[in-house]
């Protein structure tokens, strides 16, 4: 609709000598499907240039449009003067065709134009397993991969992890206490160490490969090896666990690498240049006042360690130095106070903070029969993404963290998961999926429809009926529902929309024989099936899931 408007209205105002330069014909649908189906306000944003009254320019647009009846019903001017649009069934039921040629690729547009992006999302330390919190991360960074990659960007997925500091040390300590442990119980262990199951386990894995020989080296050679042994076990279990999701990322950045290779040093170096750095009380501060902030941070405590903003600047003055012109970040609720420090140093650096973009997700609360899950079965304080997808498995698992805004907070109800029936939103879209290609099976089985050979001639004007319209409808507006979660970086609205495709799918089905005599009728049905079938597939593609042909 709006590229065939834009096409109609812009030759209308070029007639009618209007400078549209500096104000961009846009269209959007009225929240009121009785105002038509598509509406703009060119008229009220030209009024002012022309001096004219708003309903007046429209009058004046509307009377140059050269727009055939057989698409467009009705034009309207209305309020202060917008102008509606209403459009023809047949102009809805025409694009079904061109919808199935596409096939696999509808939905996929080119807004992006290429632009290298990068879509960094989980970073997690090694340092123990994925939790719940992870999961919605992942599910939410992947799926904003994808989209943006139907959308026409070069993207890069990207894991920031860090595996030096006091908590890889604790990590040392902890493995190391556990593999003494195994030889002699009454050995100590460290105070913060990391109590869960999973370093006992990696513990007992170290014995098998060492033996007793650590227990004769030095303290210092006896951690380092700890630390190395079980970074590594965690780390691929962290990669096993993702790709149980799907998740499998491009690049993974040692935080480390920013200290080796010198960038930490350049950075101060950088801001002290340009006195935006100061010592104070043995600590650097950056002085983010002078940034537009509230106060000056310490970036180099009096210990002589960095504090996280360091490293986070120097990290995205190389995502910007490696040609990145569209920076994606997905954090937690718990990096939002930071989020402004380190964009103020990214402007300080030179760079155009604007092109980075903060998705921040809030956290999750797993619920099984109305209470809060706590505990793990195998950890001490928290339940691991694994031991979720073992529960629920892993569709589940990303369409649940996918189908709430990643603004709100998340409950995540074990039981509804788990459910096989419409009440469960990933059932009841795999569901439609699976009945409509039910259907197609039926149709081929009895020889009156081959979804490769039946859909020339197709006369799609037979599609009369309010609920093969209202498909139709929505099945065409799947395009544009890409480039609304491209825009905004909101998978949600995909989730919501798949919906909604079901339950226009389900609503045509019982409300239509599809598989009938009348074979012309039939055959319009059944492309109409296809064309839904196609939907589904394309959205469950990029939300990460499985869209099964049985159920």
Known sequence: MKKYLAEKVGAA???????????PLVFDKPKDEAHGDITTNIAMLLAKAVKKNPRLVGQEIVGRLEIDPKFVSKVEIAGPGFINFSFTDEFFTSQIGALLAQSEGFGKINTGGGKKTQVEYVSANPTGPLSVGHGRQAAVGDTIANILVWAGYDVTREYYYNNAGRQMRLLAES???????????????????????????????????????????????????????????????????LARMGVVHDVFFNEDSLYKTGKIEEVISEFRRKDLAYDQDGAVWLKTTALGLDQDRVIVKSTGEPTYRLPDIAYHREKFRRGFELIVDVFGADHIATIPDVLAGVKALGYDPE??????????????????VKMSKRLANFVTLDELIDEVGSDAVRFFFLMRSTSSHLEFDLNLAKEQSEKNPVYYLQYAHARIASILRFAEEQGTFQASTSLAGIDYTLLKGPAEIALTKLLLDFPETIELCSQHLEPHRLTTYLQDVAAAFHKFYHEHRIVIPERELANARLALCLAAKTVLANGCKILGISAPERM
Do not use: C, N, W
């Open 13 to 23: 105002l070029v007639t009618l000598s209007y400078d549209t330069t500096t104000t």
């Open 175 to 241: 493995t190391y206490a556990r593999y003494r442990q195994l030889f002699d119980d009454s050995y100590g262990f460290p105070e913060e160490g990391y109590q869960g199951d999973y370093i006992r386990h990696i513990a007992e894995d170290l014995k098998k490969l060492r033996s007793d020989s650590l227990i004769a080296l030095p303290m210092e050679e006896a951690l380092s090896v700890s630390k190395d042994f079980a970074e590594q076990e965690l780390f691929q279990a962290i990669k096993k666990v």
């Open 355 to 372: 092109k980075v973009k903060v998705v921040i997700h809030q956290f999750v609360t797993l619920k099984r029969d109305g209470e809060q």
